[in-house]
Structures are given as structure tokens and as C-alpha cells.
């Protein structure tokens, strides 16, 4: 959109002092179109940094770990969160042979609320500042596993749903 409003005050403005003036004052107002015309700031808003880490536990089982880091006003929600409510935080495993028996995912936060969020009308529970969730993964072999943690993050304004945190187990 930039380059064809650009292109038409050029033509403008060339049309109008190849007439009137000379080609160094159309040159002018050329550099003073494209000050003026510039990229929109866009904001990226990423107010939840994730770290994932691998831990073996035995033979052919891991325990992946996902640590959020929240800036203030924001929440991450739990992975159990009933119907109609936000998007749980969860993790999903691509389809692998070798992929075992999962286990529950567990969670905990360094600023939990848990009751009535006004802003979906029930009970939730959600983590700000920091939150962890972890979860046990058995496998039938080496294999390399590989997934991606899905969340959704909300302010008292506003919600996010940044693309999913992809991830990498060495199974071997």
C-alpha cells in the first residue's frame, strides 16, 4: 500500500513541476513525500517468554518442562479449565511410534488465582509472573519426540494467542 501511494504522489508531483518547475524542486518534494509517507510502527505484544527443558527420569522416560516467565497484569491459564473458557495451556506430542504412556500434566504458579474471572464469567484458575508445566513422557525406544505447548494469555484488557511453543525431546 506504502509503494502505490508513493508511486502516485511521485507521478503527482512530477507531472505537476515537469510543468511548473524544475527537476531539482520535484526531487524536493520527492525526498519530503517519502519522509512523511513511513512504515506503521506495528507493536508486538509477547508478554509471556518461554523456556523448555528435558529431564531423563529412567530408561525410556522424560519429564519435559515448560517455565513461563509473565510480565505484570498478564496470566497464563491452567491446563484443566472447563468448557467455554479460555484456551487451556497444553501439550501436544506429534504422532511418534515410540511415544508411550503420558502423564499428567502438572502446574504451578508463582502468583496463582483460582475462582471467578469476571472477564469469562466462571471459575478458572490462572498464573501470573511465573508458572511451570510439567509432564512425564514414557517411550518404547529412542526416538526423537517433538510436539508444541499451546496456551492463551490475557490481561484485564485484553487476551493473546501467541503461536504455539514448539519443542524437542532426544529420547535416546
Known amino acids: 500500500m506504502k509503494s502505490y501511494i508513493l508511486t502516485l504522489a511521485l507521478l503527482s508531483a512530477f507531472t505537476f513541476f515537469s510543468c511548473q518547475s524544475s527537476r531539482t524542486e520535484a526531487e524536493e518534494i520527492t525526498e519530503e513525500l517519502e519522509e512523511v509517507i513511513e512504515e506503521p510502527q506495528v507493536q508486538v505484544l509477547e508478554p509471556v517468554k518461554w523456556e523448555y527443558s528435558t529431564e ?3 530408561d525410556n522416560q522424560y519429564k519435559i518442562t515448560f517455565n513461563a516467565s509473565v510480565e505484570d497484569g498478564w496470566y497464563v491459564y491452567s491446563s484443566n479449565i472447563p ?3 479460555p484456551i487451556p495451556t497444553s501439550i ?3 504422532e511418534n511410534e515410540a511415544l508411550g504412556e503420558l502423564g499428567e500434566i ?3 504458579g508463582e502468583e496463582t488465582k483460582d475462582g471467578y474471572d469476571e472477564m469469562f464469567d466462571m471459575d478458572i484458575k490462572k498464573f501470573g509472573h511465573a508458572a511451570t508445566f510439567s509432564q512425564v513422557v514414557n517411550t518404547t525406544g529412542p526416538a526423537t519426540i517433538t510436539g508444541y505447548l499451546e496456551f492463551m494469555t490475557c490481561d484485564s484488557m485484553q487476551c493473546l494467542f501467541p503461536d504455539p511453543i514448539e519443542f524437542t525431546i532426544d529420547a535416546n
Open 56 to 58: 531423563k527420569l529412567a
Open 83 to 85: 468448557e467455554d473458557g
Open 92 to 94: 501436544f506430542f506429534d
Open 106 to 108: 502438572e502446574e504451578s
